[in-house]
């Protein structure tokens, strides 16, 4: 809930009552814009069983046996729908919509990120071995979000820049296969950021290159933080397979 404005005069189909208007302002278009800043303006809540495509390289620092740069990218596509109840309402561009209505709309994430940190999973384990992995550095989101309602599209599309950590831990189950866990997290000053788990299998192709495949929970908040235009926050919720490569040089 916002800080405290005016009630937000909905009748029982949620539009705008004039009469309630008139009271504040002789100008509807003046008022209603009031009205909106006043309103439970809601999140935006993205909940979809996704695919995710990774790609991953590493190689070492000069003269460092385990410490490595890291470029790691994934994307994922995502449909959404939610209700409004009567008494709230969802503003995105600085439009508000009233409840009661349903939305729906897609999702598109993408995040890159290059990191510096030990790496002891990259060689070749032997089987019953286990390897971990710590890096910290820099990550970009980038979310492309559309909203439908009663046939009109509203978009945005934005990058944030976030400070990124990731751990992780490898188990060989043979020479060939590993089994691995990752948390992975980054943030900003804006609020926005990603949190990550993920289960996978990789499988050494060839001594640099493995296949790498899992289930990941993903989660990405954006503009948690209120700004002057009061839209509504958007929490993305991602779970599913993911699949891809991993190319790591000595």
């Known amino acids: 809930m916002l800080g405290n404005g005016p009630v937000c005069p909905f009748n029982a189909v949620g539009h705008a009552d004039i009469a309630a208007i008139s009271k504040w302002s002789k100008s509807a278009l003046v008022v209603i814009p009031l009205i909106a800043t006043g309103c439970n303006v809601v999140n935006i809540d993205v909940d979809d069983s996704v695919n995710f495509s990774d790609f991953e390289t590493s190689a070492p620092l000069p003269d460092q046996d385990h410490l490595r740069i890291r470029l ?9 729908g939610q209700f409004v109840v009567d008494g709230e309402l969802i503003r995105i561009n600085d439009t508000p919509l009233f409840g009661p209505r349903e939305v729906s709309g897609t999702a598109d994430v993408s995040y890159f990120s290059i990191a510096l940190g030990e790496d002891y999973t990259t060689g070749e384990l032997a089987p019953g071995e286990l390897g971990v992995q710590r890096y910290v550095g820099i990550a970009q ?56 788990i993920e289960l996978s299998l990789d499988y050494r192709i060839i001594k640099q290159l493995k296949l790498d495949g899992g289930y990941r929970w993903f989660e990405y908040s954006y503009g948690e933080k209120q700004d002057d235009s009061n839209d509504s926050a958007i929490d993305l919720d991602f779970k599913g397979p993911f699949l891809g490569l991993i190319l790591a040089f000595d």
């Not at 790691?72 to 959404?80: L, Q």
């Not at 990124?164 to 060939?176: D, N």
């Open 141 to 196: 989101t980038s979310l492309d979000f559309t909203l439908q309602d009663a046939g009109t599209t509203y978009s945005l599309s934005d990058t944030t820049t976030e400070i990124y950590l990731q751990i992780g831990a490898v188990y060989a189950l043979s020479k060939r296969v590993n089994f691995g866990l990752g948390l992975a997290g980054s943030w900003s000053i804006e609020n926005s950021g990603i949190t990550e």
């Open 72 to 80: 790691r990218g994934s994307t994922a596509n995502g449909e959404y």
